[in-house]
């Protein structure tokens, strides 16, 4: 009997005082919280995002301009000829969470990506429109383990840092075929933004602050740099996320968010002899830059599978500021969704 009462006692004081929708970030960011000592979690976010149009150091440019921008590659054709209509990426993670101590929590994620995209090809002299062709690769692109270590913790405010490598292993010789400014279809390495990774090594460093105005309303900012530690012909450039969210809790199962994300990236070091089509994304200097977006989304608890509550979370993110280094595509929304449990 007194075992039966304390088996309800723990299971009551679990869904009393136990997690709350408002108790994880919004779902887009990443290693926002700790766990307590003895704690597992696993996660999965599937995300989708576009991209379409075309900007030039940010401002939008029509298909027109760009066949008239230099081919730095080769005399023939002697200007870009080839031009990117619409991309998507549909990216799969995977996460673990282990807290061994109450000050440490271990983050393992894997990432799965598949991207696809759509160009149109443009005669190497007549410079009219040949035809279109699509572009696509899907990879596991990258592993990752990071520790996430308390600072300092307080009644309203709680800082935590990352520490962790990032190791990319996709491939990054994938081919496709594409249809050639003299109308002919080549098979070819893809260029750097279709490959699935780039065979480097990361060191990421993060730090997270959470402030709880109230019981109904908390603020989180949170900056995380990747910085390159090991590469081989190429790798994509270091990156800086900045990202700074408010919550508020409707009731304990149920949270809005909103969130402003700042980006921003180098360009692509070394290069790749073999990439070199006639098109902006085989061109190094036309990546990174600076982006802004701002997200809507919903944390939502509820029992599904037995166990803890599960959590899930969806994340509507749309681009508000576009200066993306050179010739790029314009981003357009993404959505991530993600299911979250702990045990
Ligand atoms: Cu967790």
Redesign the pocket.
């Known amino acids: 009997m007194r075992s039966i009462q304390i088996i309800f006692l723990l299971v009551f004081s679990i869904s009393v005082f136990g997690s709350q929708a408002i108790g994880?970030a919004p779902i887009g960011v990443m290693a926002d919280?700790?766990?307590k000592k003895g704690e597992y979690?696993i996660?999965l976010r599937v995300s989708h995002m576009k991209m379409r149009g075309n900007s030039l150091d940010g401002n939008s440019i029509s298909d027109s301009e760009i066949l008239v921008i230099e081919n730095p590659h080769s005399n023939s054709p002697s200007k870009l000829s080839v031009i990117p209509i619409e991309m998507s990426m549909k990216m799969l993670m995977l996460g673990g969470?282990y807290a061994p101590t109450d000050d440490v929590?271990l983050?393992f994620m894997t990432m799965f990506m598949d991207k696809s995209m759509n160009l149109n090809t443009y005669h190497a002299m007549m410079r009219n429109n040949i035809g279109s062709f699509n572009s696509s690769s899907s990879d596991l692109s990258d592993l990752s383990f990071s520790a996430l270590v308390n600072i300092n913790e307080q009644d309203k405010s709680r800082w935590h840092a990352e520490i962790g490598l990032k190791f990319s292993v996709g491939d990054k010789n994938e081919k496709g075929k594409a249809l050639t400014p003299m109308n002919t279809n080549m098979e070819m390495v893809l260029p750097y933004g279709m490959q699935s990774g780039d065979d480097s090594v990361a060191l990421v460093v993060g730090f997270t602050n959470l402030y709880t105005l109230s019981d109904e309303h908390t603020f989180g900012n949170q900056i995380r740099f990747f910085r390159n530690i090991s590469s081989k012909e190429w790798h994509y450039g270091d990156k800086t996320y900045f990202d700074s969210w408010y919550q508020y809790s409707v009731n304990r199962n149920f949270s809005l968010s909103s969130r402003l994300r700042l980006n921003h990236q180098q360009e692509i070091s070394g290069f790749d002899s073999n990439i070199k089509a006639p098109v902006q994304t085989s061109i190094t200097s036309n990546y990174g830059g600076f982006t802004a977006e701002v997200g809507l989304g919903f944390n939502f608890l509820t029992q599904i599978f037995p166990g803890s509550e599960d959590r899930l979370a969806l994340e509507i993110i749309n681009p508000v500021i576009n200066e993306k280094n050179g010739l790029q595509m314009k981003d357009k929304t993404k959505i991530v969704f993600g299911f979250?449990k702990?045990f």
């Open positions: 994880h919280h700790m766990h979690m996660s969470m929590t983050m979250q702990s």
